[in-house]
């Protein structure tokens, strides 16, 4: 199992920038999908979901300035983020998630750096 990220760097506040996750090991259309980032000192927190059947769900601080889509052809989660801010500044993760009645399948990514300068 492999979950890839990539696209994370510094830009400005203000700036964009899209993070991708690919994916590999696993039956992806099974699993939902989430981003979650982990500023320095603080705890991993999730920024946002995309269900097996493509619903989205997102953290209070980027609603309406990032956007969770995946490519099923290619088993691929992207996060576009728009209108970055400082505080956006963390380690981007990509983690897949599958639970059964009886088990649970949990698999990470290594992260990704994003910087925002102000």
């Known amino acids: 199992v492999q979950l890839v990220e990539s696209g994370g760097g510094l830009v400005q506040a203000g700036g964009s920038l899209r993070l991708s996750c690919a994916t590999s090991?696993?039956?992806?259309?099974?699993?939902?999908i989430t981003w979650f980032r982990q500023a320095s000192g603080k705890e991993r927190e999730l920024v946002a979901q995309i269900t097996t059947g493509g619903w989205t769900s997102y953290v209070d601080s980027v609603k309406g300035r990032f956007t969770i889509s995946k490519d099923d052809a290619n088993n691929v989660v992207y996060l576009q983020m728009d209108n970055l801010k400082s505080e956006d500044t963390a380690v981007y993760y990509c983690n897949a998630n599958r639970e059964s009645h009886s088990h649970e399948w949990n698999y990470w990514g290594q992260g990704t750096q994003v910087t925002v300068s102000s």
């Open positions: 090991g696993f039956t992806f259309d099974n699993y939902a």
